[in-house]
C-alpha cells in the first residue's frame, strides 16, 4: 500500500475508460486543508462566540452527496438537519444534547449520525473538528419513481451490477 502525502492526495484522481454508462473515476484528498469561514447563524448561537469553518473535499455531480471537514470553537448552539448527516470526530470534543434531553459526548473516533429533520444542541468546550457526510435525501415522489425505475430495470434483466463490496 502506498502512502501519500497531503500535498501529493490534494486534486489527484484517477480515471480511466468509461465502463458501460459510468466512467470509472477516483478521486483523492487530505483531511489537513485549510479550511474557510462557515459562520453558524447567529440566531442558532446561544451561548458564547464558535466561530466554524469548513472545507468541502468531494462533491459529487448530482450535489446529492458530500465530504467536508468542519471544526469550530468554544461555544453553545442549535443545530437542525435538513439533510442526513454522519459525522467522525477527528479532534476534540463536542457534546450533543438530543431532542428527547439525551446528552452523548463525542471524542476522537466516535461516530454519529443526523436524521434530515432532526435537531441537536450543540456544546464546544474548547474545539471539535469532524469530518461530515452529507446526504441530500429525496422526496417521496423522487425515491417512488427510483423504485419504479429500478422494479422495471429488473424486470427486464437490465439492472444495475450489486457492489462487489457488500456481496452483490
Same mark, same amino acid.
Given at each position: 500500500?502506498?502512502?501519500? %502525502? +497531503?500535498?501529493?492526495?490534494?486534486? @489527484? %484522481?484517477?480515471? /480511466? ?5 459510468v466512467a ?5 484528498? +487530505?483531511?489537513?486543508? $485549510?479550511?474557510?469561514? /462557515?459562520p453558524?447563524r ?32 468554544a ?7 435538513? $439533510?442526513? $448527516? ?9 457534546t450533543?444534547?438530543?431532542g428527547?434531553g ?15 429533520? %432532526? ?12 469530518? /461530515?457526510?452529507? @446526504? /441530500? ?12 425505475? @429500478? ?11 450489486? +457492489? ?5
Amino acid at each position: 500500500m502506498n502512502s501519500l %502525502s +497531503s500535498d501529493t492526495l490534494m486534486n @489527484r %484522481s484517477s480515471s /480511466a475508460a468509461p465502463v458501460g454508462p459510468v466512467a470509472n473515476h477516483i478521486d483523492f484528498a +487530505s483531511v489537513d486543508v $485549510e479550511l474557510q469561514p /462557515a459562520p453558524i447563524r447567529p440566531a442558532w448561537i446561544l451561548e458564547g462566540n464558535p466561530v466554524a469553518r469548513n472545507k468541502f473535499l468531494f462533491v459529487t455531480e448530482d450535489r446529492q452527496l458530500r465530504t467536508l471537514v468542519w471544526d469550530c470553537t468554544a461555544g453553545r448552539f442549535n443545530w437542525f438537519y435538513d $439533510e442526513d $448527516e454522519t459525522v467522525y470526530i477527528m479532534q476534540g470534543s463536542v457534546t450533543i444534547r438530543r431532542g428527547d434531553g439525551t446528552v452523548v459526548t463525542l471524542q476522537p473516533g466516535d461516530l454519529a449520525f443526523f436524521h434530515q429533520g %432532526s435537531s441537536a444542541e450543540w456544546t464546544v468546550d474548547r474545539y471539535v473538528r469532524k469530518l /461530515a457526510y452529507l @446526504r /441530500a435525501v429525496p422526496s417521496r415522489d423522487v425515491n417512488f419513481a427510483w423504485r419504479v425505475s @429500478r422494479a422495471l430495470r429488473r424486470r427486464f434483466g437490465r439492472a444495475p451490477r450489486e +457492489s462487489a463490496m457488500f456481496g452483490g
